[in-house]
């Protein structure tokens, strides 16, 4: 009646470890949970888990237990098995039959020997070493393939020395034993089968989230490292709030599935650019299209330069030989004055071409004034203005380098991203990650775009974003367009954000006390872009 109690029990054990290891994520807590649960309902005093390696040509050790000499190896021990993994193959090719593990992988069968020490077949020399060195005394083993759904071999399971629990004594594993540690190895193997193959879709998909960003990056070396930064930064802020017991946030809390499903949205941010147009996001000047056009308003300043040296060249021919000094020396002088003008106009237009500062009503006129009064004429004699009308347009942009319609085509890639997010057939532990990476461009105000969400219809991750996109734009220094802030800059900046609604308030306060800004520096930033922060500078932030 004893025996049948412990059986049921460990029947009962069994479907209990069944969905135990259903529900492991780590691959080498998953490993440990399976030779631990054998060893438990087979009453064994130790155990080694192999896995054969990506080629099948060895067994490799992952996990190793033996209860009464304190032997923890592999899976979460913090100790790593050092022993060699064992070939399944002899150097000629042969079958490695004579190592016990190897004989059971390669025939897909258990075996169950009684006594090692007495065992025909097998060569044990290696157990036997082990017993020397550590006074033990292998007996019994029990070694059991682990078969995938296809029938491969992914693994094998080795227990020693069955143990009665009621005597303590050393014997052999019985039959009971050996259907339930079989019942445990297909249980197990496609546990871990399931769990390896979820792991490989989820390297599949991060691999195939890294291709996008690859192309985006290679599209524009000058944001190559923005789909990197922003989800680090993303990560950092949003463990920062996590970590948060007080004030009105701290009720957020992230499980790895959040924490995995914001990482995914991170690198997905920004997946919408690879529609936009590569001269658009590259335009680090006003005039740059293909090429920087500022060139060919050179060529024109430079025909105009050789018409105003003929022009004078020809008054001092028309002024003739008896002409004064003083006649003579009018003519250079007016053609000295033109020049200099021209040459002050060229350079004004170079330095409006860069677009790092903003332009006034006055910039704006004076870029209209050089285009009436400059002209040069063309191989047919047609006289022309110094600046077309596309480019006085994009030389009186007010601040940046983008036109109206060149700021709708970069903002549209937030449409884009939210559109192919929002087309793909997402797990329900995933199913956030459109309106997380979607949100990154909204204001708290409902100013933003494309939604004009307000801070109410926003998730705190989207939030989180939105702080990380700007804050990782505004230190940057792969930006042509704009030299890399200072941290107290930028603080300064979010800091105004804060106080106008275009920012979240509370995830701000805890970006600064926590020190997000810092830890992001110290990795992110060049040594110069590290000042010292006056926290209450910061417009808006309450020194606590």
Known sequence: MDKLQDLLRRLEDLNEIGAALSNERNIDALLEK????????????????????DSATHLRFEIMRTDSIGIAMGGTSGKRIVFPPLPLHLADGAPNLSMVAAY????????????????EGFDFSGTRAFDSRTGYRSTSFLTVPMMNHEGRVIGVLQLINAVNPVTGAVGVFSDSDRKLAESLASQAAIALTNRLLVS???ALFESFITLINNAIDEKSPYTGGHCQRVPTLTMMLAEAVNDTTEGPLSDFTMSDNDRYELKIAGLLHDCGKVTTPVHVVDKATKLQTIFDRIALVDTRFELIRRDLELATLRSRVS???SASPVVLAQIERHGEDRLRELD????FLHHANIGSERMNDA???RVHAISRRWSWSDTLGQTHACLTDDEI?????????????EREIINNHIVSTIRMLESLPWPRHLSNVPEYAGGHHERMDGKGYPRGLTRDQMSVQARVMGIADIFEALTAKDRPYKRPMKLSEALHILGKFRLNGHIDPDLFDVFVRKQVYLRYAETFLDPEQIDDVDLSAIPGYAVN
């Open 363 to 365: 910039d704006v006129e």
């Open 200 to 202: 490989q879709l989820e």
């Open 393 to 405: 347009e994009n030389l009186t942009i007010r601040a940046g380098t983008l036109t109206a319609a």
């Open 344 to 347: 002050a106009d060229r350079a």
């Open 34 to 53: 399976i030779l631990l649960a054998a060893k438990a309902i087979t009453h064994a005093d130790g155990g080694t888990l192999y896995r054969t390696d």
């Open 319 to 321: 002024a003739g030989p």
């Open 104 to 119: 059971a992988a390669l025939n897909r069968q258990t075996v169950n020997i009684a006594d090692a020490y007495t065992a």
